[in-house]
């Protein structure tokens, strides 16, 4: 698959299979979002992983959107410095972004599904997680194969994306 295909065709996937991810694709994922730029290479992120079954079932209860999460094969959580701290630049939201979006675009090519959950019960997940004090986790993501195997060769959806000439501005707004 190429880049293009990766980009164009990735789907959101809620619902998996029971099958686990292989190691050497879970590996493929965190290694795409660890080959992620960041700004000023700080790479200041760290993932934790989370598949066991038991655990992603008391993940699924960080948000009210969460639930994918307890039928996950595998969650990754993305923890960044508290975004509350003056030393915690903004630039790490962008350098989270392309880290999970390596993550996403990686796992499809491998016919792996995934779908991002925001974390609204920060106590919980910090509990349930246990990272430190100064380190945030605003989003987790769910990995899978897909319990529909069509998910992956899903037509897209008329509207879905808005037309190009309705988001684009040439030199100025």
Known sequence: ????????????IRKFTDRPLEPEHL????????????????????????????????LALVGPFA????????????????????????SIMWDLGRAAQNMTLAAWE???????????????????????ADRWCEFMLSFGYPLDPEALTWAKRAGGRK?????VRQERW
């Open 27 to 58: 590996l493929r994922i965190l290694n795409a979002g660890r080959r992620s730029g960041s700004s000023k290479n700080q790479q200041n992120w760290d993932f934790i992983v989370c598949t066991d079954r038991a655990h992603l079932a008391e």
């Open 163 to 167: 037309p190009l000439e309705a988001v």
């Open 1 to 12: 698959m190429d880049t293009w295909q990766a980009i164009d065709t990735t789907r959101v």
């Open 110 to 132: 491998l016919g792996i599904g995934s779908v991002p959950a925001t974390v609204y019960d920060q106590p919980l997940a910090r509990q349930l997680l246990g990272y430190p």
């Open 67 to 90: 639930g994918h999460l307890a039928g996950a094969a595998a969650a990754v959580a993305l923890v960044v410095p508290d975004p509350a701290s003056h030393d915690a630049p903004y």
